[in-house]
């Protein structure tokens, strides 16, 4: 290692290091009912429909610690769940059965690991403090726009953001990762799985497998596939210098203005669907809400480094008006730096968590004419006005480049996410939301038996969005497992890596992987 690069790993480590301060040094903490502590750790969860109400909640600060908790509860006989940063949106975590919480909330460190020449994230890290941390050393991960969003389910679900159309997902910088699992005798080991290691199985599951499937992750390492890791300056994707950020709002007046709209987004997209293609730097997310002065809201974040971005820009911006009868509303464009953008137009976490029901889809093709009118009526029943939306969140570009199989993430030929996400404040609207949402969803895709069946228009769904309802015959007629929407042809892989790390299914939820 030269001097320079050695001197420079020191200055950025030591800054890096301040977003973890005061956390290495944490004792380790058992929470049970009747403590302040247990009673925030168990409403720590993003969806306040479930709660769970664990014998203990163990919070560790190293891995070690992680695999002790685990031994004890195996030993003890208790269900395990693991919270990371707690945006799980149904109750695979907080669940009746859950009797030992591993909250890793204290776990949030980045660094620098020389051994395995990557960046460690531990799974208790929420996004934003890695996106600082990684900062110093001028690189970035592809990962969510919400801040708030712990690493330990976002990268092992796949982990995609706004600028995962120019450097794909964050699976496909995963290098390695670490985790507890239990064997068939109830022993907890803590084991360290790579690309090019022994335990490539277990890594690839972590690609794109889904959160509570085989382990507990206790941390992630973060290179590129074309990095060797000589210099960590080198090792992760670039972000752009600057971004150009702007919004265009379009008021909920007339169906036929809403059908224009949508559809001139969804077939721009559509049209700049593969990698490489012009407007791979460009992440535009779209949002319905249902509210008295009901508005279609698209945040424009495009990378600005380019000499000709204005011009994309205001080509995009044409694009979506062509034909609206309804002139929008466009703000003026603001150009920060990645970081200031990150810090001022990235979402915050929520102060107070809602109720939550939410139901996904990946778009191979734009919806027809139909289907727009469908999410027309459902955007303007004023009994859900209040916090519930429609999303449209632009996919495909380098996402599109993986070959299949590559990584357990199979959606590697969509242009778009849908979801629908319900939102609420008191429990007596859930029938209600939950009702709603299930209709709007089985009407939109009523010609595929209620659920977005993988075929030319539809591509299957989002682990990281579960929806039990895929695996129930009374939403989902199509007849078509569950399994098929998340996971296509590589479940059976996964089944078997499974079998080899989980053997005795200590980890399991509504939609975890099943044993062969």
């Known amino acids: 290692m030269s001097l320079s690069r050695r001197g420079f790993i020191a200055a950025t480590a030591a800054a890096a290091a301040v977003v973890g301060a005061g956390r290495a040094n944490a004792e380790t903490a058992v929470f049970t009912p009747g403590q302040p502590e247990y009673l925030r750790a168990t409403l720590r969860g993003y969806n306040r429909r479930f709660a769970a109400q664990p014998v203990r909640v163990c919070a560790p600060t190293t891995a070690e610690e992680v695999r002790i908790a685990v031994g004890q509860a195996v030993s003890d006989g208790l269900r395990v769940a693991a919270r990371s940063g707690g945006h799980c949106f149904d109750d695979f975590v907080d669940n009746a059965e859950t009797k030992a919480l591993i909250d890793l909330e204290r776990m949030s460190e980045v660094r620098w690991d020389e051994r395995y020449r990557a960046f460690s994230v531990a799974a208790g890290t929420e996004l934003d403090t890695v996106y600082r941390a990684l900062h110093p050393y001028g690189v970035t991960v592809p990962a969510g726009i919400c801040k708030g969003v712990g690493a330990g389910g976002h990268i092992a679900g796949g982990g995609y953001g706004p600028l995962s159309r120019r450097h794909g997902l964050v699976a496909d910088h995963l290098y390695g990762v670490e985790v507890v699992t239990v064997d068939a005798e109830g022993r907890a080991a803590l084991t360290v799985a790579t690309a090019d290691g022994p335990n490539r199985e277990l890594w690839w599951a972590h690609t794109g497998g889904g959160g509570g499937n085989f382990g507990i992750v206790t941390r992630y390492l973060l290179r590129s596939n074309g990095s060797d890791g000589a210099d960590p300056r080198t090792a992760l994707p670039r972000p752009p210098a600057s971004m150009l950020t702007t919004r265009i709002m379009l008021p909920l007046t007339t169906e036929d203005a809403f059908v224009r709209f949508l559809g001139n987004y969804l077939d721009f997209f559509h049209r700049h669907r593969d990698p490489g293609n012009p407007f791979a730097g460009l992440y535009a ?232």
């Not at 916090?387 to 969140?393: A, K, N, P, Q």
């Open 285 to 516: 997310p779209l949002s319905v809400r249902p509210t008295l002065t009901g508005s279609i809201e698209v945040l424009v974040l495009l990378d600005a480094d380019a000499p000709d971005a204005q011009t994309k820009l205001d080509s995009f911006v044409a694009a979506l008006t062509d034909g609206v009868p309804v002139p929008p509303l466009i703000e003026p464009a603001t150009r920060a730096s990645y970081p200031e953008t990150v810090e001022q137009v990235y979402y915050p976490k929520a102060p107070v968590p809602p109720r939550v029901k939410i139901k996904a889809a990946y778009l191979r093709r734009p919806y027809t004419v139909e289907q727009l009118r469908i999410c027309y009526r459902h955007m303007v029943d004023p009994t859900v006005i209040g916090e519930s939306e429609l999303e449209l969140l632009p996919f495909g570009g380098q996402i599109n480049a993986a070959a299949p199989g590559a990584t357990a993430m199979p959606a590697r030929d969509a242009f778009m996410k849908m979801l629908i996400h319900a939102a609420w404040r008191l429990p007596s609207d859930d029938e209600h939301l939950v009702d709603w949402a299930r209709r709007f969803y089985g009407e939109l895709y009523a010609a595929t038996g209620g659920a977005p069946v993988p075929d030319d228009a539809n591509g299957g769904s989002y682990i990281n969005y579960p929806d039990p309802d895929l695996a129930d015959p009374r939403w989902n007629t199509s007849g078509v497992p569950w399994h098929v929407f998340y996971y296509g042809a590589g479940y059976p892989r996964l089944q078997q890596v499974k079998a080899a790390w989980d053997p005795g299914d200590r980890f399991r939820h509504q939609l975890s992987i099943a044993l062969p």
